[in-house]
């Protein structure tokens, strides 16, 4: 303690300048909060909320991404809803919370939508010229695919969890072919409906495998591998 001229007694500077050393010893930097607490910070946040998070500091970032996909997964369904005035622009509309949120994305004007997979938009030129164009519109991660030998419709692809990896399926906008590509193919492989007056009716994709239902009630099984084949799923009637 020192006593100043005032008659105050005092703090000296080597004492004050110990103080706020220990001070901020005792004090943590937010860049320096544990993982684990961020992940469990990140996971209930909404995706406004998250998006913002990614931006604090690297290791926000790194803890957010890591839990993206579960943050992702819990989102309630958004609307994707063209901009009018904008060809660069995607609003996404929640239905739940009734807010809109608008994105900005590379220019999809000559592009029409032919699908949505595993959060991917896909996108196919109107004229048939370019790549197949799938973006993520929360990560901005693209994909893109070769161009398929016709106008397509229902497309998705096989492996949420791997979509680099992954092969893509769809159906012609005529519904009268179902398409598949794969990674180690070089060209795009076409069924035709495996039986007469029939046309395909939609696609899903479930842990892996490939069903495919046609206008008379039946689903059919895609096996994906190196002998691709289209059989019969057999459906147990109650």
Not at 79 to 92: G, T
Not at 115 to 144: A, C, M
Request: hydrophobic share 35%.
């Amino acid at each position: 303690m020192t006593k100043r001229k005032d008659g105050v007694a005092g703090i000296d500077d080597g004492a004050l300048k110990k103080r706020i050393t220990i001070e901020k010893s005792d004090g943590r930097p937010w860049s320096e909060l544990p993982m684990d607490l961020l992940g469990d910070i990140s996971r209930k946040l909404n995706l406004v909320d998250h998006l913002a998070f990614c931006g604090v500091c690297r290791s926000w970032r790194m803890s957010a991404l890591a839990s993206e996909s579960d943050v992702i997964a819990s989102q309630p369904p958004l609307v994707v809803l063209p901009s009018i005035s904008a060809d660069n622009v995607l609003s996404l509309y929640n239905i739940f919370e009734e807010n809109t949120y608008q994105i900005e994305l590379p220019t999809f004007a000559s592009k029409d939508c032919c699908g949505l997979s595993s959060g991917y938009l896909v996108f196919q030129d109107r004229k048939g010229q370019d790549e197949l164009w799938l973006i993520n519109p929360i990560t901005r991660h693209e994909l893109k695919f070769p161009t398929p030998p016709t106008n397509i419709s229902h497309a998705t692809i096989t492996s949420p969890t791997t979509p680099s990896d992954s092969s893509f399926v769809a159906l012609s906008k005529d519904f009268v072919h179902f398409l598949f590509y794969r990674p180690s193919d070089d060209k795009w492989t076409i069924y035709k409906t495996p039986e007469l007056k029939c046309f395909y009716a939609d696609i899903i994709v479930f842990k892996g495998q490939v069903y495919v239902l046609t206008c008379n009630g039946k689903i059919w099984n895609l096996r994906i591998q190196s002998d691709a084949s289209l059989t019969l799923f057999a459906v147990c009637r109650p």
